[in-house]
């Protein structure tokens, strides 16, 4: 048996150990009763940020939908259909969650990657390049042709999907209402930040201190 599949399933075996022989009332409730989330998140696909693993959250807890980049395309039933669209309207209409985090990241490569597409460059996939274009707007060049920076746009690429979110009618009317709250967070992998980005412009708030080690070499 390979490594790779060998810590899996000893990782596997562990959380057994824990929610199956020391802990079983939590997942024979959430076998038995179904999950009742509070919390959406819309996160990267980067193996780096893992919400369960940052928020330190037990089974049932949180909704995840991961994609490259964490977009939220606009709204457009029936036009091209999306995994992530299908995961938020269940957890949003069936599951009646109450919170909805997009989660960016820094170093994101598919940011990277769209940052390099409105440079101009050929990006030899078949599929990341078109699902990137959800953020197009979010990486404007300017009239020289130079693209933004890249924490610039993985702050410009949340706010659009923050927007996003509000041209989903079950989306928007639960908000209106107060029964919906959506969250912009991003997360500098090298120091360790949580950041609030304001919706509504420039800026962040930052909701978590970090800083780089002394003792990390680069």
Known sequence: MVEAEQRLITGYRGFRARYYEQCPERM??????????????IACADSRIDPAL?????PGELFVVRNVANLVPPYGPGENPDATCAAMEFAVRDLGV????????????????????????DLPRDFIGPWIQNAA???????????????????????????NLMTFPWIAEKVE???????????DLLA???????????????LVAGEIPDNVAD
């Open 54 to 58: 940052l928020f330190d959250s037990e």
């Open 98 to 121: 109450q919170h909805i985090v997009i989660l960016g990241h820094s170093a994101c490569g598919g940011i990277k990657a769209l940052r390099a597409t409105m440079a101009g460059e």
């Open 137 to 163: 707007d979010a990486c404007p060049c300017d009239a020289d042709g130079n693209v933004p920076e890249q924490e610039a746009v993985e702050h410009a690429g949340i706010r659009m999907s923050l927007r």
């Open 192 to 206: 360790g930040r949580l950041c609030d980005i304001n919706p509504d412009g420039d800026g962040l708030t930052q």
């Open 28 to 41: 024979h409730d959430l076998a038995v009763h179904g999950q009742s989330p509070d919390v959406l998140f």
């Open 177 to 187: 209402a107060g029964d919906l709250h959506l969250h912009g967070w991003w997360v």
